[in-house]
């Protein structure tokens, strides 16, 4: 019994028919019955008693959202099943059974995902994430899912959904536990909202009976791609899964396509291409067959760079980046790779003479630098473009550095996972990129210099700075007065991501973050920043980039979060409706 309470007598309950016991329990009775339910609504919180109960359907006022009194369940899904209650009648009084009897609360939150996922519901999605991590399900089972989900539920293959729940999902090492929260629900409700009306995706399978080696595979899945075959492509990619080729090599045989034309679809397809990457390393061996068959269909419509007038005039930037290609062709990676000035190779990729960064990047590689190391510094170059963009440029121009900036993370992501030569083509495309941006930074923004402050700065005041539109500047300032005053950038980095997660983010800030975090951290490595003027720099740079981003997206009505805040206070039992009664 110790989970049994009383409701009050039987003849009095008849008489109310609805009231609200211990516990935040609603009773009703109705058609001759007693029925307990959790008197908040799972939608947002409204008092369920007040609401009107007819041929058994119980009917919210608030938004009208419907239950089976019985069953609980909804016949609204947005707003989610209610839990019930067990009653019983003893001498003439009510008792109510207070323990929801669910036999494993991890399945059950894991059933809700799915059936968010496959409808779209992101109140359901939300309230899965926040049951899971309450349960002690780690964040990488959660993701899992919504990769699964997302790579089998949409024809289209990998889209922005699955790129931002796998850069949310590097992220969350940055963030709190409403960040982490608010976080996987952003990505996988982003997952869901891709996949929604689409047809699923069905695997064609692989070669069978494939006895050919993998350089063969390579030859055919290039060939496939140029012509814009996904269906041959994605065969190869499952031949080569399923006759044991390593990652390493399925990685430098798609990388390698993915960079045979240039700065495909302003980079996203590179972009894509690494995401998905990462997701194999997170995900279950089973999944990397639909993983990387995801891939195949973004070949069929991206945009080839050489193509665009931009990249053959005023300047033909094509001919020279071809010829350069022949030089560095098959240049193994350095063993040992050969120091070069890397401030020196700064300037000239934010210089306005591309023939002559071509050149350069060239002679570099063939003195041995590591392209690892290159490509850190066009990322670099790219994060700059941002600090230094005006805002007097279109508000879309955001976008454009933003790719650029994004593309070369990728690049320089990809390297450190693949020894393939091919790819260092994509570091030219990434320098060339940050070449075509810089009319942006014409004029130029003074890049802010940390000032003293008469207050210690809170990293929690950035997020007052963003309530008001277009404090772009004001952003970029407190973040180098922060830094001239602290050395907490943990706290920096929380903030920064709550400055995302609690707007409507669009897909470019979720990427902006993430890459400009991951940025920082590589320059930490090997004790870099210690004493290394360049390095604290590059840190100073990818802090102020997305400091400056973000403001300039802020504020949004702030939908998306809400609902993973009414996740979080529907599971503690927190009231909603009174509050905003009140
Ligand atoms: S339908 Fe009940 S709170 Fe919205």
């Known amino acids: ?340 000035d890397e401030k020196e190779l700064l300037e000239v990729i934010l210089s306005d003479q591309p023939i002559t960064m071509i050149h350069a990047l060239t002679e570099t590689f063939k003195n041995g630098a590591s392209p690892v190391k290159v490509a850190q510094i066009v990322s670099l170059a790219a994060a700059e473009r941002i600090v230094r963009f005006h805002i007097q440029n279109d508000f879309n121009d955001w976008i454009t550095v933003l790719h650029t900036f994004t593309h070369a993370h990728a690049v320089h992501e990809s390297l450190r996972r693949t020894n393939e030569p091919a790819l260092i083509r994509a570091v030219y495309h990434a320098a060339v990129s940050v070449y075509l941006d810089r009319f942006l930074n014409i004029p130029s923004t003074k890049r802010p210099v940390g000032q003293k402050e008469d207050e210690p700065l809170i990293a929690d005041d950035f997020l007052k700075i963003l309530d008001i539109q277009q404090q772009v500047n004001e952003a970029g300032q407190w973040a180098a007065n922060y830094l001239h005053q602290s050395k907490d950038t943990d706290a920096l980095f929380n903030t920064l991501g709550h400055a995302l997660l609690r707007e409507d983010a669009d897909f470019h800030s979720y990427q902006m973050y993430e890459a400009a975090s991951r940025e920082f951290d590589l320059w930490s490595g090997e004790g870099e920043a210690e004493g290394n003027t360049l390095a604290e720099y590059a840190q100073e740079t990818m802090i102020i980039a997305a400091a400056r981003y973000l403001a300039a997206h802020a504020p949004t009505a702030r939908e998306i979060p809400r609902v993973g805040k009414i996740a979080w206070r529907l599971h503690y039992g927190e009231k909603l409706f009174e509050e905003n009664e009140s």
């Open 1 to 340: 019994m110790a989970n049994w309470v009383s409701a009050g007598s039987v003849k009095s309950l008849q008489e109310e028919k609805a009231k609200v016991i211990k516990g935040g329990i609603g009773v009703f009775y109705h058609e001759g019955d007693f029925y307990a339910v959790d008197n908040r609504c799972p939608h947002m919180g409204f008092p369920l008693h007040t609401g009107s109960l007819c041929d058994g359907i119980l009917t919210c006022h608030w938004h009208h959202a419907r239950f089976d009194v019985c069953s609980g369940g909804t016949l609204d899904p947005w707003a989610d099943d209610v839990p019930v209650y067990e009653t019983k009648e003893e001498n003439g009084e009510l008792w109510v059974n207070q323990a929801i009897t669910v036999s494993d609360k991890k399945e059950k939150y894991k059933q809700r995902l799915m059936k968010g996922l496959e409808q779209n519901l992101g109140l359901v999605i939300a309230k899965s994430v926040v049951g899971l991590i309450n349960a002690d399900v780690p964040a990488q089972e959660i993701i899992k899912i919504g990769i699964q989900f997302g790579t089998t539920h949409r024809n289209h293959g990998w889209g922005p959904g699955l790129t931002i729940l796998t850069a949310m999902s590097n992220s969350l090492p940055k963030l709190d536990t409403q960040g982490r929260i608010q976080a996987l629900y952003q990505g996988l409700r982003r997952v869901a909202g891709d996949c929604a009306g689409q047809p699923p995706k069905h695997l064609t399978g692989p070669l069978s009976g494939f006895s050919g080696n993998a350089d063969r595979l390579k030859t055919w899945y290039r060939n496939c791609t140029e012509v814009r075959d996904s269906q041959g492509a994605e065969r190869i990619v499952l031949t080569a899964v399923e006759s044991g080729m390593p990652d390493e090599e399925i990685s430098s045989m798609m990388m390698t396509a993915a960079t045979d034309h240039f700065y495909m679809d302003a980079g996203h397809l590179l972009d894509f291409h690494n995401k998905a990457f990462e997701a194999a390393e997170l995900a279950d061996t089973g999944l990397k067959k639909s993983i990387f068959a995801s891939l195949t269909p973004l070949f069929s419509n991206a945009v080839r760079s050489e193509e665009l007038h931009s990249w053959q005039a005023p300047v033909n930037l094509v001919t020279p980046l071809k010829a350069a290609f022949q030089e560095i062709d098959r240049l193994p990676f350095p063993e040992d790779p050969v120091p070069f």
